[in-house]
C-alpha cells in the first residue's frame, strides 16, 4: 500500500488549502483513512478520519473549519482546509491500517502566516 500526499504551502491566516492523498496498492473502497499533523517539536496528532463507509470524524480543533472527502474513481483522499489559523500550521499526512500496520504519506508542509 502506498500514499502520496501533496497540496500543502504557504497561506495567509484565514485562507483555505486542500491536501490530497493518492492511495494505490489496494482496494480504495474497502480502505479507512486518515489525516495526521505535525508541528515542529510536538507529537503528531490525528485530524481527521474517514471509515469505509464515508462517515467522517474531525479533532475538535478541526471541526467546522475543515472537510475530509475521496473520490474512489481517482483513488484520493481530500482534505479541505479553511479558516487556517497559525496553529494548523505543521506537516500532514495521511494514514490507513491495512494487514495489521499502518501505512503513512511521505507528509506535505503547511504554513500558515502572514
Known amino acids: 500500500v502506498q500514499l502520496q500526499a501533496f497540496g500543502g504551502g504557504l497561506v495567509q491566516p484565514g485562507g483555505s488549502l486542500r491536501l490530497s492523498c493518492v492511495v494505490s496498492g489496494y482496494i480504495f473502497r474497502v480502505m479507512a483513512l486518515d489525516w495526521y499533523r505535525q508541528a515542529p517539536g510536538r507529537e503528531r496528532e490525528w485530524v481527521a478520519g474517514?471509515?469505509?463507509?464515508?462517515?467522517?470524524n474531525y479533532a475538535n480543533s478541526v471541526k467546522d473549519r475543515f472537510s475530509i472527502s475521496r473520490d474512489i474513481a481517482k483513488n484520493t483522499l481530500y482534505l479541505q482546509m479553511n479558516n487556517l489559523k497559525p496553529e494548523d500550521a505543521g506537516v500532514y499526512y495521511c494514514?490507513?491500517?491495512?494487514?495489521?500496520?499502518?501505512?503513512w504519506g511521505q507528509g506535505t508542509q503547511v504554513t500558515v502566516s502572514s
Open positions: 474517514i471509515a469505509t463507509n464515508g462517515r467522517t
Open positions: 494514514k490507513t491500517n491495512k494487514f495489521g500496520r499502518d501505512f
